[in-house]
């Protein structure tokens, strides 16, 4: 490494590393949700974790929770990150990535699935009905029709003219777009105390035909372990993959970090090591006390919490 480049690295760590200490979020978890069915959604996915209280206050469990959650935003023409209406890759095609885990340690995936609303019912279904963890692509949906899920365009009119435009600008190359993305992570803790969760996304915009971000890598996007809490992420899969994020983080909470403390060490071991300048990662954790963490690379890294008890939401937005 010449001077240059080691002191440019050097200054980019400092900035990072300064820049983490400004953007300190939830340095405190004065919400504990012990005891009680709660649910964490990244970014502003209200309906998602009403969704998700409300499937646990009907007699399901943190699985039936995280997967209802999921589904609304896949479900949401609107919503450019997740399932139906998300934006394609450079060659105008969705890919969607998801995955699902339970307390009982089970896991399901699928990824670059195409033509199929629900990607996270898919993931459940391969987690349930398969010996395997994960199934990609045109195998992804065959086994999807076979179980009965309906071909549907999931490209809308919003999001391809978004993406015509996009390809009038030239830039048909490998490219972060959207450094901002807004996957779903969610994570479920049932009044059983039992522990769930899931990840679902269209990946990152304009991507190369084929890419597969981190939300349906399970220990990356999500995950869950049920004598500790779960994990989940949104952001740049490529930071997320190469440190595990989720992972990390239950595995920090089971050596005795708190939720909290957990995801700033995720963010931080992204920062120490990778260019994160206009990049975004954020992580949410959830430990089996009900605590939790939430923590990003940028300043604003809005999620939401739903906790049964007093049946309302308790914290939506920015931290
Ligand atoms: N976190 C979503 C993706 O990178 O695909």
Redesign the pocket.
Known sequence: MNRKTFLSRTALLAAGLAGLRGKAQATHNPNSLSGHPAVIATWDNRGATEAAIQRMLKGGNALDAVEAGARVPEADPEDQSVGYGGRPDRDGKVTL?ACIMDAKGRAGAVTFLQHIMHPVSVARKVMEETPHVTLSGAGALRFALEQGFEKTELLTGKSRGQWEEWLKKGVYNPAINHRQ?D?IGILALDAQGHIAGACT?S??SY?MHGR????PVIGA?MYVDNEVGGAC??????L?LKTLGSFLIVELMRNGSTPQEACEEAVRRIVKKYDTRGGQVGYLALNKNGEHGAFSIRKTFPYALYQAKENRLLKAGHL
Do not use: N, P, R
């Open positions: 990535d993305h996957t996304t990946g990152l991507k597969v971000g981190d939300s996007g992420a949104t952001g740049i899969g490529e997320v």
